[in-house]
């Protein structure tokens, strides 16, 4: 084998395979390598999203919430929902919990306990 016609298909493997961003990249992909087309594999949920999603999980923090009542935080977030500063109660959240998603979801559940106290009154 002569090194003109290795580096010649060395480099039209290099620029086809470059041409994968703008084309099929499943089939292209596969003409290079000279395999059959690959599909994605399903991706598993993340275990941080799965987190106290159990019912058994769920029940007790319910259980010990009513028990205990609400963190410190959790009281100045409800105050700030009923003065109806939305964003700063966010901001706050994100603050103490580490994670926009994370201050997202106890806006919303902090937002509904809101909700169930001005139903009761």
Same mark, same amino acid.
């Given at each position: 084998?002569?090194?003109?016609?290795?580096?010649?298909?060395?480099?039209?493997?290099?620029?086809?395979?470059?041409?994968?961003?703008?084309?099929?990249?499943?089939?292209?992909?596969?003409?290079?390598?000279?395999?059959?087309?690959?599909?994605?594999?399903?991706?598993?949920?993340?275990?941080?999203?799965?987190?106290?999603?159990?019912?058994?999980?769920?029940?007790?923090?319910?259980? =010990?919430?009513?028990?205990?009542?609400?963190?410190?935080?959790?009281?100045?977030? =409800?105050?700030?929902?009923?003065?109806?500063?939305?964003?700063?109660?966010?901001?706050?959240?994100?603050?103490?919990?580490?994670?926009?998603?994370?201050?997202?979801?106890?806006?919303?559940?902090?937002?509904? =306990?809101?909700? &169930?106290?001005?139903?009761? &009154?």
């Amino acid at each position: 084998v002569s090194t003109q016609s290795t580096w010649g298909h060395f480099l039209s493997v290099y620029f086809f395979s470059k041409m994968v961003h703008w084309t099929n990249q499943r089939t292209v992909s596969a003409k290079v390598r000279r395999v059959s087309a690959t599909h994605p594999r399903p991706k598993a949920k993340k275990q941080s999203c799965q987190r106290g999603t159990f019912s058994k999980v769920r029940a007790v923090k319910e259980f =010990i919430t009513e028990v205990l009542g609400s963190t410190p935080y959790e009281k100045r977030m =409800i105050e700030l929902l009923k003065v109806g500063r939305e964003k700063r109660a966010l901001r706050f959240a994100k603050r103490r919990l580490g994670s926009h998603k994370r201050a997202k979801a106890k806006r919303e559940q902090m937002s509904k =306990i809101v909700q &169930k106290m001005k139903t009761k &009154k």
